[in-house]
Protein backbone atom coordinates (compact mmCIF):
# COMPACT_ATOMS: atom_id res chain seq x y z
CA UNK A 1 0.00 0.00 0.00
CA UNK A 2 1.63 3.72 -0.97
CA UNK A 3 1.88 6.68 0.90
CA UNK A 4 1.14 8.93 -1.03
CA UNK A 5 3.68 11.68 0.78
CA UNK A 6 6.11 11.23 3.40
CA UNK A 7 4.09 11.33 6.64
CA UNK A 8 0.76 10.96 4.73
CA UNK A 9 -1.59 9.12 4.61
CA UNK A 10 -1.93 5.35 3.61
CA UNK A 11 -3.83 4.28 0.71
CA UNK A 12 -5.37 1.04 -0.53
CA UNK A 13 -6.61 2.49 -3.79
CA UNK A 14 -10.04 3.79 -6.01
CA UNK A 15 -12.63 2.15 -5.70
CA UNK A 16 -15.07 2.95 -8.10
CA UNK A 17 -19.15 3.60 -7.69
CA UNK A 18 -20.64 0.90 -9.92
CA UNK A 19 -23.93 1.32 -11.72
CA UNK A 20 -25.89 -0.37 -9.52
CA UNK A 21 -24.02 1.62 -6.15
CA UNK A 22 -22.09 -1.08 -5.18
CA UNK A 23 -18.67 -0.29 -4.03
CA UNK A 24 -15.59 -2.80 -3.68
CA UNK A 25 -13.47 -2.47 -0.61
CA UNK A 26 -9.74 -3.16 -1.93
CA UNK A 27 -8.85 -6.87 -0.28
CA UNK A 28 -5.70 -5.34 1.57
CA UNK A 29 -8.55 -2.84 3.12
CA UNK A 30 -10.54 -5.78 3.50
CA UNK A 31 -8.16 -7.83 5.73
CA UNK A 32 -6.19 -4.94 7.66
CA UNK A 33 -10.03 -4.36 9.30
CA UNK A 34 -10.76 -7.61 9.63
CA UNK A 35 -14.01 -7.52 7.85
CA UNK A 36 -16.20 -10.50 7.35
CA UNK A 37 -18.56 -12.05 4.79
CA UNK A 38 -21.88 -10.66 6.22
CA UNK A 39 -20.63 -8.34 8.69
CA UNK A 40 -22.62 -5.41 9.08
CA UNK A 41 -20.67 -2.09 9.69
CA UNK A 42 -21.65 2.06 10.20
CA UNK A 43 -21.11 4.40 7.45
CA UNK A 44 -20.41 7.54 9.04
CA UNK A 45 -18.94 11.30 7.44
CA UNK A 46 -15.72 12.16 5.95
CA UNK A 47 -14.28 14.95 7.23
CA UNK A 48 -15.63 18.24 5.74
CA UNK A 49 -12.12 18.42 3.51
CA UNK A 50 -12.01 14.87 2.31
CA UNK A 51 -15.63 14.11 1.99
CA UNK A 52 -17.14 10.76 1.73
CA UNK A 53 -17.28 8.26 4.23
CA UNK A 54 -15.71 5.77 6.70
CA UNK A 55 -16.68 2.50 7.15
CA UNK A 56 -16.49 1.52 10.65
CA UNK A 57 -16.94 -2.00 12.36
CA UNK A 58 -20.01 -1.49 15.19
CA UNK A 59 -17.16 -2.92 18.46
CA UNK A 60 -14.38 -0.49 17.24
CA UNK A 61 -16.89 2.47 17.31
CA UNK A 62 -18.32 2.10 20.49
CA UNK A 63 -15.04 2.05 22.16
CA UNK A 64 -14.77 5.49 20.87
CA UNK A 65 -15.75 8.79 21.38
CA UNK A 66 -18.52 8.22 18.88
CA UNK A 67 -19.86 5.33 20.51
CA UNK A 68 -22.02 7.91 22.83
CA UNK A 69 -23.89 8.59 19.48
CA UNK A 70 -24.53 5.02 19.16
CA UNK A 71 -25.65 4.73 22.49
CA UNK A 72 -28.04 7.59 21.87
CA UNK A 73 -29.06 6.03 18.57
CA UNK A 74 -29.51 2.78 19.20
CA UNK A 75 -31.57 1.98 16.61
CA UNK A 76 -28.28 2.48 14.41
CA UNK A 77 -26.46 0.65 16.74
CA UNK A 78 -28.73 -2.56 16.86
CA UNK A 79 -29.19 -2.20 12.86
CA UNK A 80 -32.95 -1.71 13.57
CA UNK A 81 -33.14 1.12 10.49
CA UNK A 82 -33.52 0.23 7.22
CA UNK A 83 -29.74 -0.82 5.65
CA UNK A 84 -28.61 1.64 3.52
CA UNK A 85 -30.40 4.21 3.85
CA UNK A 86 -29.21 7.38 5.27
CA UNK A 87 -30.20 8.46 8.76
CA UNK A 88 -29.16 12.12 9.99
CA UNK A 89 -27.56 12.70 12.95
CA UNK A 90 -26.98 16.05 14.54
CA UNK A 91 -26.81 17.13 11.05
CA UNK A 92 -24.65 14.41 9.76
CA UNK A 93 -25.23 10.77 7.67
CA UNK A 94 -24.63 8.07 9.13
CA UNK A 95 -26.44 4.34 7.60
CA UNK A 96 -25.38 0.26 7.93
CA UNK A 97 -24.50 -1.66 5.41
CA UNK A 98 -23.87 -5.53 5.25
CA UNK A 99 -20.37 -6.22 3.84
CA UNK A 100 -20.55 -9.24 0.92
CA UNK A 101 -17.39 -10.14 -1.20
CA UNK A 102 -15.39 -7.62 -0.36
CA UNK A 103 -17.91 -4.95 -1.40
CA UNK A 104 -21.24 -2.99 -0.36
CA UNK A 105 -24.20 -0.86 -1.88
CA UNK A 106 -25.55 2.14 -1.28
CA UNK A 107 -29.26 3.43 -3.13
CA UNK A 108 -28.52 6.72 -5.60
CA UNK A 109 -30.30 8.52 -2.73
CA UNK A 110 -27.72 7.60 -0.24
CA UNK A 111 -24.67 8.35 -2.30
CA UNK A 112 -26.62 11.61 -2.66
CA UNK A 113 -26.47 12.39 0.88
CA UNK A 114 -22.68 11.65 0.90
CA UNK A 115 -21.95 13.94 -2.16
CA UNK A 116 -21.16 10.90 -4.18
CA UNK A 117 -22.56 9.60 -7.55
CA UNK A 118 -22.55 6.85 -10.31
CA UNK A 119 -19.31 5.99 -11.57
CA UNK A 120 -17.42 8.46 -9.26
CA UNK A 121 -13.81 7.31 -8.35
CA UNK A 122 -13.44 7.19 -4.25
CA UNK A 123 -9.55 7.17 -3.04
CA UNK A 124 -9.53 4.45 -0.23
CA UNK A 125 -7.32 5.01 2.61
CA UNK A 126 -6.38 4.54 6.10
CA UNK A 127 -9.34 6.93 7.80
CA UNK A 128 -8.55 6.49 11.13
CA UNK A 129 -7.60 3.60 13.85
CA UNK A 130 -11.78 3.53 13.47
CA UNK A 131 -12.08 2.76 9.85
CA UNK A 132 -11.37 2.78 6.32
CA UNK A 133 -11.91 6.27 4.48
CA UNK A 134 -13.82 6.70 0.77
CA UNK A 135 -12.20 9.95 0.07
CA UNK A 136 -14.23 12.06 -2.55
CA UNK A 137 -12.04 15.41 -2.82
CA UNK A 138 -10.08 17.63 -1.31
CA UNK A 139 -6.18 17.61 -1.54
CA UNK A 140 -5.53 13.89 -0.59
CA UNK A 141 -7.98 13.16 -2.91
CA UNK A 142 -5.96 15.36 -5.70
CA UNK A 143 -3.03 13.58 -4.38
CA UNK A 144 -3.80 10.13 -5.31
CA UNK A 145 -4.91 11.34 -8.93
CA UNK A 146 -1.05 12.00 -9.27
CA UNK A 147 -0.36 8.59 -8.48
CA UNK A 148 -1.18 6.15 -11.26
CA UNK A 149 0.58 3.45 -10.02
CA UNK A 150 -2.63 3.09 -7.42
CA UNK A 151 -5.12 0.19 -8.33
CA UNK A 152 -8.36 0.62 -9.29
CA UNK A 153 -11.01 -1.29 -7.90
Known amino acids: MPQ ?8 FGWSVV ?3 GRIRIPPEAVNEYGLEQGERVILMPGSRASGGFSLARIEKLARSPIGRLLEDNPHLARFECPES ?11 WVEVHNGQFAL ?9 ISIRDRLLVGRGSHL ?4 IAKGVI ?9 LQVY
Open 18 to 20: RDD
Open 4 to 11: LAKGGKYI
Open 141 to 149: FREGMQHLE
Open 131 to 134: GIGF
Open 85 to 95: RGLEIDGKQFC
Open 107 to 115: PIETLARYE
